[in-house]
């Protein structure tokens, strides 16, 4: 209908600002209008950009050169006085950078064999209970947690067994952190294996398979006890687990969805309404989702064990925006609807979404 048209989310494109680099990164400032874009120049150093928002464009406060390409950033493990970005880069180190004296790392180790695919920050920002803690994932297929106040060695180590192949670990992310002592990771493989790794009892907690390339998985909430979980995959599907349950045998439910022949490169929730997500495609595409609960969360199997009972997700909009994949996302964690995305077209894109309190 119509009218109800009227009421749908709309993706309008505010700015954008071509870039000399390959942006792999992109990420808001916590509480500024100031984002940073990272990647790896043509001569094969890193590159970090940080831009300001001004009005209708964005300006370039600082650009810094690294040695290694930068793959990957997040803000999750620091307070909101220090405003340290911690990063994965093309040799392995992971890296804290206060971004008003960057010359220097404040924390660097080399912390993996290969590339650095992906990082997540928890216990910073007040977004989780406990230590502020890094996790990465590298290709060389270990999984890392890192507390920054300790050098040198990760506070845990995810690694295949003796005898067990190496699996390029693509994503990591953060969950469960709503106390001092839980916590959990969660990582997926280019082999479609989904990894949950109970920090607290230093177990593997739970694993699946989606039968291909997971690429991006995460937790709506970091500071809440498990509720959602969505991965993507490299054939254009996506996974949402409900986590509330865990059944013996038969793991967490889930509702699957088809959204494009090519990639879908990452998924984030909109930080103000956890069951609003955006995924973004090989398409040069962003979609935007929304997860309806089912009227009864859980249900009793033949045995009478509880198990979980999957939601459905409904597609509320979707824009074009590249003819190169879109890699990189990012919602404005203050900014209700503001939005950042990076393409292989080397520009980054920031979008407005809006009506988002009408869904």
Not at 146 to 162: F, H, L, S, Y
Not at 222 to 235: C, P
Request: glycine share 10%; proline share 4%; net charge positive.
């Amino acid at each position: 209908s119509g009218a109800a048209g009227l009421e749908r989310p709309q993706l309008v494109l505010h700015t954008q600002q071509a870039l000399n680099y390959t942006l792999f990164d992109c990420k808001w400032v916590p509480r500024s209008a100031r984002l940073l874009c990272l990647g790896s120049a043509a001569r094969g150093t890193g590159v970090l950009q940080l831009y300001e928002l001004r009005g209708a464009r964005l300006a370039l406060l600082r650009e810094i050169e690294k040695p290694k390409p930068i793959k990957c950033g997040t803000f999750g493990a620091t307070s909101l006085q220090q405003r340290y970005l911690a990063t994965g880069d093309f040799g392995g180190n992971l890296n804290i950078w206060n971004l008003e004296a960057p010359e220097i790392p404040v924390y660097s180790v080399k912390g993996h064999k290969e590339i650095i695919n992906s990082i997540d920050g928890v216990g910073g920002l007040g977004i989780g209970e406990g230590a502020p803690e890094i996790v990465t994932g590298s290709r060389d297929g270990t999984v890392k947690v890192w507390d920054p106040r300790q050098k040198d060695t990760p506070v845990a180590n995810m690694e295949p067994i003796q005898g067990e192949s190496k699996r390029d670990c693509w994503t990591v992310a953060f969950g469960n952190a709503y106390n001092q002592e839980e916590r959990v990771v969660c990582a997926g493989y280019d082999n479609g294996d989904i990894k949950l790794f109970d920090l607290k009892t230093m177990s593997l907690r739970w694993e699946t398979s989606i039968k291909n390339g997971v690429c991006s998985v995460e937790f709506d909430r970091k500071d809440i006890g498990m509720n959602k979980l969505v991965a993507t995959s490299l054939e254009g599907k996506f996974h949402v687990f409900d986590m509330r349950i865990q059944h013996p045998t038969k793991g967490f439910a889930s509702v699957s969805e088809k959204v494009q022949k090519s990639t879908i490169w990452q998924v984030r929730h909109l930080p103000q309404n956890r069951d609003i997500f955006m995924t973004s495609g090989g398409a040069g595409s962003l979609h935007l989702w929304k997860y309806e609960y089912p009227a009864q969360r859980s249900k009793k199997d033949s045995e009478g064990a509880e198990m979980g009972v999957a939601g459905s997700v409904s597609h509320l909009q979707n824009v074009t925006l590249s003819t190169q994949p879109i890699c990189s996302f990012d919602w404005s964690p203050d900014k209700k609807g503001l939005c950042v995305c990076g393409a292989f077209d080397q520009t980054v894109r920031v979008l407005i979404v809006t009506k988002l309190n009408k869904v």
